[in-house]
């Protein structure tokens, strides 16, 4: 049974693991999950070992604490934090104080608290590294079903060869890799206009620049062989990705086409997106080169 990771991460790929993962190269030694975020992709692949790299640092910090943290402890403490705070479905002041107790000590569970009790459980930050989502009044909470997720997701990282990365894509190690392991991108979308792209909440945002700098990595794992997969959109809202269509020609790379929806990412627009969301691999699906 595949594992939902227990973020609601946006652009995460749990509903569609179904269709990605089985695409994936049948042996892997080291698997890594460039752009993690929600890690549900890292998580559920079966290699030698696994990195999840992320360069959200509070992302990790809480991945980190989640892989060297008891679960029985884990939840203990989610519930004493829940418990002090007095934090529910419209408890709003509880909720503000708590974001501002994390604000100020970044203790790694209070943004997996946070995230539970936020709008459509979102995470996100200002340009001063504050988290700064607003309550979900009446819609978000910490549920039984949040709960199994992150205990299924815990006991995965304890279980599994993972590692975790705080790096920014460019500077990321690629130099040990070989033909057997597998590198796997899901970047921010560049023709889409996510606000979190944007580069204006003291992170880094993805531009022409970014995309660019990613797809030169990519070529050069694939002159030395090593199998990678893309995750992308190529059309969205009547807008073409002309740089990554130039590219996937000039490199003869397969491409599959991935069945999916934005409605929960979508929710405040009046019309539903029309998206070609693709995987892109230098090697042909469901079989090694």
Request: positive net charge; contains cysteine; glycine residues 4%.
């Amino acid at each position: 049974m595949l594992i939902k990771s227990p973020l609601n991460y946006i652009g995460g790929k749990s509903k569609i693991l179904s269709q990605i993962i089985p695409l994936f190269p049948k042996k892997i030694n080291i698997f890594v999950d460039l752009f993690t975020g929600g890690a549900n992709v890292g998580i559920n692949v079966d290699a030698e070992k696994i990195i999840l790299n992320d360069n959200l640092t509070y992302l990790v910090s809480l991945y980190n604490f989640f892989k060297n943290v008891p679960i029985q402890d884990i939840l203990n403490i989610i519930h004493e934090r829940i418990s002090f705070f007095k934090l529910n479905k419209e408890n709003n002041d509880g909720y503000l104080k708590l974001r501002l107790d994390y604000n100020t000590h970044k203790q790694p569970i209070d943004l997996f608290i946070l995230s539970a009790f936020s709008f459509n459980h979102q995470i996100r930050f200002n340009n001063k590294h504050l988290f700064n989502t607003p309550f979900g009044k009446n819609r978000s909470c910490y549920n039984a079903k949040i709960e199994q997720n992150l205990i299924s997701f815990v006991e995965a990282l304890h279980s599994k060869n993972i590692s975790i990365s705080n790096y920014d894509f460019r500077n990321f190690d690629f130099t040990s890799l070989n033909t057997y392991d597998f590198v796997y991108c899901d970047p921010p979308y560049l023709i889409s206009s996510a606000s979190y792209n944007d580069g204006k909440r003291g992170f880094t945002g993805w531009s022409i620049k970014e995309e660019i700098s990613l797809l030169s990595i990519l070529s050069d794992l694939n002159k030395s062989n090593i199998n990678f997969m893309l995750s992308n959109v190529l059309e969205h809202n009547q807008k073409k990705n002309e740089i990554l269509l130039d590219w996937i020609k000039s490199e003869n790379l397969y491409l599959s086409n991935i069945q999916n929806n934005y409605k929960n990412s979508s929710y405040n627009k009046k019309k539903k997106t029309d998206s070609v969301e693709v995987v892109i691999s230098n090697y042909k699906l469901n079989n090694i080169r």
